[in-house]
Each structure stands twice: as C-alpha cells, then as structure tokens.
C-alpha cells in the first residue's frame, strides 16, 4: 500500500490550502482515511478522519469549522481542504489508512487506528 501526500506550503494566516492524498495497493474503498500532523518538537496529533462504510467524517475540535476531510473514491485520494489558517497550524501533515482494520467511530483519532501512513507533507502558516 502507498500513501502520497502534496500539497503543503507556505501561506499566510488567514489562508487557505488543500492538501491531497493518493492511495494505491488495496482497494480505497476498503479502507478508512485519515489526516494527522505533528509540529516540530510535539507528538502527532489528530487532525480529521473520514470513516469506510458510512463515510462519516471526525475533525478533531483545534480544526473544526476550519478544515474539512473528503474522499474521492473514483480517484482514490482523500483531500483536506484547510481555511482561516493560522500558525499553529505550522506542521508536517501526515495522511494515513486503517486498512483492513475496522476501527469503532470512537477511535478513529488514534494512530494505532492507521495501519499504513504516507510520508507527509510540510504545512507553513507565517502570521
């Protein structure tokens, strides 16, 4: 499976970018999609997940309003669309997939949820 994230940047606070995700190696529908990002010198955190099945999304509540998940599953990519940007926002951005795992709706913002993840993509918000 390979997961392969574009479309970080550098942007000023109060902008906008939209990150995108390719999938490949499984069948896309088969699996749940998530976003995480870590900032230099902090863990990784939980940004926003769309579930397999329901296709439920989960922003977790630093993005909520701002960002919003998507999948395309024509295309197999899953996209985060990020506005009102601020500095805090300034991390790498990791996307990620359960797999086959079959994660409750309860758990989908942990990492031990994902089984595969992509090699990020560096997010600059200058304020």
């Known amino acids: 499976v390979q997961l392969q994230a574009s479309g970080g940047g550098l942007v000023q606070a109060g902008g906008s970018l939209r990150l995108s995700c390719s999938f490949s190696?499984?069948?896309?529908?088969?699996?749940?999609m998530g976003w995480f990002r870590q900032a230099p010198g902090k863990e990784r955190e939980f940004v926003a997940a769309?579930?397999?099945?329901?296709?439920?999304?989960y922003c977790a509540s630093s993005v909520k309003g701002r960002f919003t998940i998507s999948r395309d599953n024509a295309n197999n990519r899953v996209y985060l669309q990020m506005n009102s940007l601020r500095p805090e926002d300034t991390a790498i951005y990791y996307c990620?997939?359960?797999?086959?795992?079959?994660?409750?709706?309860?758990?989908?913002?942990?990492?031990?949820?994902?089984?595969?993840w992509g090699q990020g993509t560096l997010v600059t918000v200058s304020s």
């Open positions: 769309v579930r397999k099945g329901s296709y439920s999304t």
């Open positions: 190696g499984l069948t896309f529908t088969s699996s749940g």
């Open positions: 990620a997939a359960t797999g086959m795992k079959n994660p409750i709706a309860s758990t989908y913002h942990l990492p031990s949820s994902y089984t595969y």
